[in-house]
């Protein structure tokens, strides 16, 4: 993405996509909370405004952001981070990409997504890579008018807080530290 913010206008809506800074961090937090009731899972959310501004802003940030303004309004966001392939190289995850339900419908969603391959292309990514829940249609209907790939072969795999500490507690044959 160039260093000049992108607008594009829908019936008098100037749409403003551009990086996300400290001062976004509650904004975004506020839309990934509204993300979380949507998928039905507001308790999950256990991230907070000062991790994000730890996580995306101090001396190792982990993830970056762009978000989308309205009227000097954050009502859209996209948070992703560069992550490697063995096969491939460099890449983006794109870990979520939301708008407020109110402005839904308008494009944002659209121009974060195009905003975001721009982005990818000047970080020279060999690819971009996302997670839909499957009962999302909306969300799939989107991604595939970009023509995305939907890949079925792939079954994703996750540790929580609990499980990562129960595995960094063995050793390397398997079994408890000190057994």
Known sequence: MSTACECLTFAAMQVTVRKGTKED???VHALICELALYEKAPEEVTNTVEDMLVDGFGDSPVFQCLVAEVDQRVV??????????TWKGKGVYLDDIVVTDAYRGHGIGHQLFISLA??????GANQLHWQVLDW???????????????????????LDSNGIRRVAALNELGKEEGV
Request: a positive charge; aromatic letters at 16%; glycine letters at 2%.
């Open 25 to 27: 961090m509650p904004a």
């Open 76 to 85: 859209g966001m996209a948070i992703y981070f560069i992550k490697y392939s």
């Open 118 to 123: 721009k982005e990818c292309a000047m970080l």
């Open 136 to 158: 999302n249609e909306p969300a799939i209907r989107f991604y595939k008018r970009f023509s995305a790939m939907l890949d079925s072969e792939w079954v994703n795999c996750k």
